[in-house]
C-alpha cells in the first residue's frame, strides 16, 4: 500500500498510470491521508507478483461472467418484439382472407380480434383499418397504379394488400405517413415478401407526397358521370347504374350522390326490442358493461340518418350489444330498422284474426322470424319458419328460442310450398300471411359487407331473379284468397324488385299489389316520403340509407283476391 501511495506522484494528476490494476483509489486515497509518503519510490512489481496479479484479475473476470449469466438465465424470456403492431396485424390477415379465400371480413374480423385480445381503442382501430380497406377497395387500386405505373393484376396479391392498407392509412384515415409506411414495409417482410419491400417503401412514400384531395382529382382526371360517381365513391360502375335506376323508379334520381356517400358510412348498431318479450325501456340502459343505448335519439345519429323510423327500434350508441341481458336471452336483437318494418307491414298493416296461419319462407338466419313470431304470439296466429340451409335453419331455432312457444322450423327449398297436396303445409292456400324475404344481391346492404359490393357481378342478378320469381310464385299459390304477401329484398335493383312483382302480377291474375306506402304510414314513427312525387300509382316501398337510415329494402304486400 504505502509503495503504491508512494507512486502516486499521481496526486499531480498522472494516478491512472501504472498503478492501474490495484485500485486507484486505494493508492490515492493513501496519498492525500498521507503526505509524508510523498517522495517514497515504490517497489518495483517482481514477475511472479505481475503473473499473481494478472490470475486474480482473470479470476475476478471469469466470476464477474459466470455472474451476470447467472442472472440473466433467471430473468424471463423477453418476448421479442413485434415487428408491426397488432391492429394492422389483424386488419392485414382479414383482408388477405377476404381478397384471397372468399372469406366475409364481418364473420371473420370479430373472431380476429378476440383471438388477438384487442380491445376498446385498439379493436375499433383494426376495424377501421379493415372494413375502411376493404370498403374503397377499387379506388384505391387506381391511386396504386397511378403511383407504381402498373397495372394491380401485374402487383403479386399479398404485396398489393399490403399497400391498399397502406393507401387506406394515408389517404382514408390520413395517419402519419412514417407509422403508414414503416409498418407497411413490415408487414410485407412479415408476409414472406422481403424482395418487394423496397417496391413498397417507394409507392407508398409517392402516395403519402400528396393529400387525400390531389390523388382523387388525379384518380378522376379523365373520367366523368356515373363512372367519375363511381371512383369518387369507390362503387363499381355497375352498381352505381343499379342504383340510378332504382332511385329514378322512386322519383329520388337526383340523390344518387348521397345514397353512395352513406354506403359508405358503418352504421349504427339498431335493436329491436321483441314485442310481448321485453320492453324497449327495459333494453335501454340495462348493460352489465356500460353499452349506452338510446331510443333513436336524433342527437346520436349520423347526419345522413335522421330518426328512428320502426316503431320497436333502439339505437346503439356504444359499447357491446351483447352485453345487454335482453340481447343475450333473445328478447332483443341485432336487427336494421328497415328490416323491422319490413316485417311489421306484414304482421301490421292489417288486423289479426285469431288463428291465422303465417309462413317465414326463407327465414334464415332468423332476424325477421322472431319478430314475426313474437307479432303471432301476442296477437294469437301461428307461425312456421322455413329455410332452405340446414346450417342457417340452425341459426333460426337459436333466434326462436327465445320464445315461450317457438314455432316449428322446416329444412327446405321455399318453392315447394303451394305445390304439395290440398290440406298438407305445403299444399295450396294453407297460409294467411306469407313473408318472403327473397335471397338477393344485397345491395341496400353495402354499408355492412364491406367487401360485397366488389364480389357481386351482373351475372348474379339475373340468375336471383330467376330464383325470386318462382319463390314468389310459391308463395302466392300457399295463400290463402284474401290473405296477404310481403315480398321483401335487401336490394333496390329493378331486376330484383319491381320486375319482379310485375313479372307475378302478369303471371297471376288474382293478385293485386297493395298500397304498401299507405299500408306503413300508421306503423312508421315518422312519414318516410316514400312517394316524393305523390306517384299514387307506386304501390312498392323503398328505404334509403341516406334518407331513412336503414338499408335500401323494398317492400312490396300484395294480395289474393278473395274466392267469390
Ligand atoms: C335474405 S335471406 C333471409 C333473411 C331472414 N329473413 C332474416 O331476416 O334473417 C334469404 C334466405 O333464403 C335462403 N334461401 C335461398 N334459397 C332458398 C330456397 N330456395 N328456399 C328457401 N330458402 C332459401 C337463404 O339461405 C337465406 O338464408
Request: proline share 7%; glycine share 10%.
Amino acid at each position: 500500500m504505502s509503495g503504491a501511495g508512494g507512486r502516486s506522484g499521481g496526486a499531480n494528476g498522472r494516478s491512472g498510470g501504472a498503478g492501474r490494476g490495484r485500485g486507484g483509489a486505494e493508492r490515492s486515497g493513501g496519498a492525500n491521508r498521507s503526505g509524508g509518503d510523498r517522495g517514497r519510490r515504490a517497489p518495483r512489481e517482481s514477475a511472479d507478483d505481475r503473473e499473481a496479479r494478472s490470475a486474480r484479475e482473470e479470476r475476478r473476470e471469469r466470476a464477474d461472467r459466470d455472474r451476470r449469466r447467472a442472472e440473466r438465465a433467471a430473468e424471463p424470456p423477453r418476448p421479442p418484439r413485434p415487428r408491426v403492431t397488432l391492429p394492422r396485424q389483424v386488419a392485414y390477415d382479414v383482408i388477405r382472407a377476404v381478397t384471397a379465400d372468399d372469406a366475409y371480413a364481418n364473420l371473420l374480423l370479430p373472431s380476429r380480434i378476440a383471438e388477438a385480445g384487442l380491445t376498446g381503442r385498439d379493436a375499433g382501430f383494426a376495424t377501421e383499418l379493415a372494413y375502411g380497406t376493404l370498403r374503397r377497395l377499387g379506388y384505391y387500386d387506381r391511386v396504386i397504379e397511378l403511383a407504381a405505373g402498373r397495372e394491380t393484376d401485374r402487383i403479386d396479391p399479398p404485396v398489393l394488400d399490403v399497400l391498399r392498407l397502406g393507401a387506406h392509412q394515408l389517404l382514408g384515415m390520413e395517419l402519419a405517413p412514417h407509422a403508414a409506411v414503416d409498418e407497411s414495409v413490415e408487414l410485407t417482410r412479415a408476409a414472406g415478401a422481403k424482395n418487394a419491400s423496397g417496391f413498397v417503401n417507394g409507392v407508398l412514400r409517392t402516395i403519402a407526397r400528396d393529400d387525400a384531395a390531389i390523388w382523387l382529382r388525379r384518380a378522376t382526371a379523365h373520367v366523368d358521370g356515373d363512372a367519375l360517381l363511381a371512383v369518387e365513391h369507390a362503387h363499381p360502375l355497375w352498381v352505381v347504374e343499379a342504383l340510378r335506376a332504382a332511385l329514378a323508379a322512386s322519383g329520388r334520381e337526383a340523390e344518387l350522390a348521397e345514397l353512395l356517400a352513406a354506403d359508405n358510412v358503418p352504421p349504427r348498431v339498431n335493436l329491436v326490442a321483441l314485442p310481448g318479450l321485453v320492453e324497449p325501456t327495459e333494453v335501454v340502459g340495462a348493460s352489465t358493461d356500460g353499452a349506452a343505448l338510446r331510443a333513436g335519439a336524433a342527437a346520436d345519429i349520423h347526419p345522413a340518418e335522421i330518426d328512428r323510423v320502426s316503431p320497436l327500434g333502439l339505437v346503439a350508441a356504444s359499447g357491446d350489444p351483447a352485453a345487454i341481458p335482453a340481447v343475450a336471452d333473445g328478447r332483443a336483437r341485432v336487427q336494421d330498422q328497415g328490416s323491422q318494418l319490413a316485417a311489421l307491414a306484414l304482421s301490421r298493416s292489417r288486423p289479426v284474426e285469431p288463428g291465422e296461419r303465417w309462413l317465414d319462407v326463407c327465414a334464415g338466419p332468423g332476424g325477421k322470424a322472431a319478430l314475426l313470431a313474437a307479432e303471432a304470439a301476442r296477437t294469437g296466429a301461428t307461425l312456421l319458419a322455413n329455410e332452405l340451409v340446414p346450417a342457417r335453419a340452425g341459426l333460426v331455432r337459436r333466434a326462436l328460442d327465445a320464445l315461450p312457444e317457438p314455432p316449428e322450423v322446416l329444412e327446405g327449398d321455399g318453392r315447394r310450398f303451394g305445390s304439395g297436396p290440398a290440406g298438407s303445409i305445403t299444399g295450396p292456400e294453407q297460409f294467411d300471411r306469407i313473408l318472403l324475404d327473397a335471397p338477393c344481391t344485397g345491395l341496400g346492404a353495402l354499408r355492412r359487407r364491406p367487401e360485397a359490393r366488389w364480389r357481386k357481378h351482373p351475372d348474379d342478378v339475373a340468375e336471383l331473379a330467376v330464383l325470386q320469381g318462382e319463390l314468389l310464385d310459391a308463395a302466392v299459390t300457399a295463400l290463402r284468397p284474401g290473405g296477404l304477401i310481403a315480398y321483401v329484398t335487401c336490394s333496390p335493383h329493378l331486376a330484383e324488385t319491381r320486375e319482379v312483382v310485375a313479372g307475378a302480377l302478369a303471371r297471376h291474375p288474382e293478385l293485386r299489389a297493395v298500397d304498401t306506402p299507405a299500408a306503413l304510414a300508421p306503423i312508421a314513427t315518422r312519414d318516410l316520403e316514400l312517394t316524393p312525387d305523390g306517384d299514387a300509382a307506386d304501390t312498392a316501398a323503398q328505404l334509403w340509407p341516406h334518407r331513412h337510415g336503414t338499408d335500401a329494402m323494398f317492400i312490396q304486400l300484395l294480395t289474393r283476391t278473395p274466392a267469390e
